[in-house]
């Protein structure tokens, strides 16, 4: 699961990037704040990590080198 962080962010970082952003990537109404910028969490690294193990575990013996 992804953790929203914009509601982290102090208000001149947000300006700063909602200004970074071209204008057709914010909803209509620049309703910005709808937007979620997610941060990876440490369960999210796992589960990858996890999931690559599992997948290189699937291939045949000869493939895994």
């Known amino acids: 699961m992804n953790t929203p962080i ?3 962010l102090d208000k001149d970082t947000q300006e700063l ?3 970074c952003m071209p204008k057709d990537w914010l909803p ?3 309703r910005f704040e709808k937007i979620k910028i ?6 999210d690294q796992e589960e990858e ?3 690559q193990i599992d997948k ?3 291939k045949p013996s000869r493939m895994r080198k």
């Open 6 to 8: 914009w509601h982290l």
């Open 17 to 19: 990037l909602k200004s």
């Open 28 to 30: 209509p109404g620049d």
């Open 38 to 43: 997610y941060a990876p969490t440490l369960a």
């Open 49 to 51: 990590h996890l999931m």
């Open 56 to 58: 290189e575990m699937r």
